[in-house]
């Protein structure tokens, strides 16, 4: 059953009135085929007419062939099919044709695209940014109800701006004893994914005038936010140590870096370059936004401690999010905010959306306190493990010719440098001729600086896929195609 709006013009008999309103929703294509309309007794009483009212008018249109009567189910739409392909039309070229109002400078800073969603035409994608999908079982089996800290958030009514207090301690919780990081439930901020936290931080920390730090290649995100505060860019180059912290130009307001593993490239930030970064934030006063995205998935030696918990200055602003170690469309991540930061940071996040959904942190909530998420955490490193392994080996074996993986401790992707000087949009475009979707590394530069860089993430890839992929690469780059693309025109 629908919810329709009945416009009852004016004059008339209240019959004829209701005749015309509903005749106007099929006409104008409110009311499509198929539909079933409300009962006449739910109409009768919304509109504040007799049932007999809406039984006169729409037999009349039974009558005219617009509405059909099923026994026991009620009335339905019946289809026009050339009235309903008309209706279509002209609501498409109203829309094309009307106007385009001017737009703000804040949104003449906006990328000019959107990135692209998955394509489900390729055999095997090696795409950053999804996970394995073992995580919606939880979801399906651990009902926000089930919840052992009984107090899961009401949903009728509003919440608290920085997230619900039993969320924000097991977060905490978590993060200590997990990644390190010198937190209590006071100190998180409970956000709608690590994109929101960008916004605010750089919102409530950047202006024109004031400039960020940030890695190049990185996360594209925090530079959009960043330009949208108004603020300039700085872009440090990362080797094999991490972010060149030399390179921070003095007089800045803030530095954005994943120290833990860098994104894309995959290397950590070196203990004297961790030092040396936040020596130079205590002395120089500018904050350390820390992108802690996926250092739960290691392999080998255990990550090293996050920044935040050897910053005695408290300039460190840590962020994470479950996108990688859950799920990326749940939208949950979190500030771990300085005392300095913390009011401020409340009053942002309470305009700016009032709080993250209570359905999804309920949904959270069920499945840390249950313990799921821990087991998931233990089953997911050993799983992506296995498929760290697959992909190194195949590169090692398959691609030796072409291109070398960088090392990288822990993750879900694997960054390679291309040794044998071909372009890496062409690697690409030949592996997807063949159905497999690797990345360029340049897509996350502003400065061409990875050029040389390939992106393989296995967060949907199992190890047989990978295999598989890593064998259509082969095939695509050895073809003859790849010959003449790289003789060039
Ligand atoms: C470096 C980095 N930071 C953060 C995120 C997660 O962002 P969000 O929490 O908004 O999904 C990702 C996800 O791909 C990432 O790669």
Redesign the pocket.
């Known amino acids: 059953m629908i919810d329709l709006l009945i416009e009852l013009g004016d004059n008339g008999p209240m019959q004829q009135r209701v005749y015309e309103g509903i005749y106007a929703a099929l006409r104008d294509g409110r009311l499509k085929p198929g539909q079933r309309l409300p009962a006449s007794r739910v109409w009768a009483l919304e509109l504040g007419v007799a049932r007999n009212t809406i039984r006169e008018a729409t037999t009349a249109l039974i009558a005219e062939g617009w509405l059909e009567a099923r026994a026991g189910s009620g009335l339905f739409v019946r289809p026009q099919p050339a009235l309903h392909s008309k209706v279509e039309a002209a609501l498409t070229s109203a829309r094309a044709a009307s106007g385009q109002l001017s737009l703000s400078a804040w949104a003449g800073q906006l990328p000019q695209a959107l990135p692209e969603l998955p394509s489900s035409s390729l055999v095997v994608d090696f795409r950053?940014?999804v996970v394995s999908s073992d995580a919606e079982r939880l979801f399906r089996y651990r009902r926000p109800a089930q919840s052992r800290d009984a107090v899961t958030a009401a949903l009728c009514q509003y919440g608290d701006p920085a997230g619900e207090l039993p969320l924000r301690q097991r977060i905490a919780a978590y993060l200590r004893q997990s990644r390190s990081v010198r937190c209590g439930p006071d100190d998180i901020v409970v956000t709608s994914?690590?994109?929101?936290?960008m916004d605010l931080l750089c919102r409530l920390l950047l202006e024109p005038g004031r400039s960020l730090a940030v890695e190049d290649p990185g996360?594209p995100?925090i530079g959009h936010a960043a330009k949208l505060a108004g603020a300039a860019l700085c872009h440090i180059g990362v080797d094999d140590n991490g972010l060149k912290v030399d390179e921070v130009p003095s007089r800045i307001a803030g530095v954005y870096c994943?120290p833990n593993h860098q994104?894309p490239l995959g290397v950590a930030l070196s203990g004297s370059r961790r030092r040396e970064l936040l020596d130079r934030a205590a002395r120089e006063d500018f904050f350390v936004i820390e992108?802690d995205?996926?250092c739960e998935f290691y392999h080998g030696a255990a990550p090293s401690r996050c920044l935040q918990a050897e910053d005695a200055a408290q300039r460190v602003i840590y962020v994470g999010?479950?996108?990688?170690i859950l799920a990326?469309a749940l939208?949950i991540?979190y500030i771990v905010a300085p005392p300095w930061l913390r009011d401020s940071l409340h009053r942002a996040k309470w305009v700016v959306d009032r709080q993250t959904s209570s359905y999804a942190q309920n949904a959270l909530l069920a499945i840390m306190s249950s313990g799921d998420f821990a087991t998931h955490l233990h089953r997911m490193r050993f799983e992506y493990g296995k498929r760290r392994t697959a992909l190194l080996d195949g590169i090692g074996t398959r691609l030796r010719q072409y291109v070398v993986a960088l090392a990288s401790t822990c993750g879900m992707h694997v960054a390679a440098r291309i040794t044998n000087g071909c372009d890496a949009r062409t690697l690409c475009r030949l592996a997807e001729a063949e159905g497999v979707g690797i990345y360029e590394g340049n897509q996350f530069s502003s400065t061409g600086s990875a050029s040389d860089i390939l992106v393989f993430a296995f967060g949907r890839t199992g190890a047989a896929e990978i295999e598989r992929g890593l064998e259509l690469i082969e095939k695509a780059w050895a073809s003859r195609r790849t010959a003449d693309a790289l003789r060039g025109p």
Do not use: I, L
Not at 193 to 197: C, E, I, K, R, T
Not at 321 to 324: D, E, F, H, L
């Open positions: 950053p940014g994914g690590m994109h929101q936290s996360y995100v994943t994104f992108d995205y996926d999010s479950v996108s990688k990326p939208r991540g």
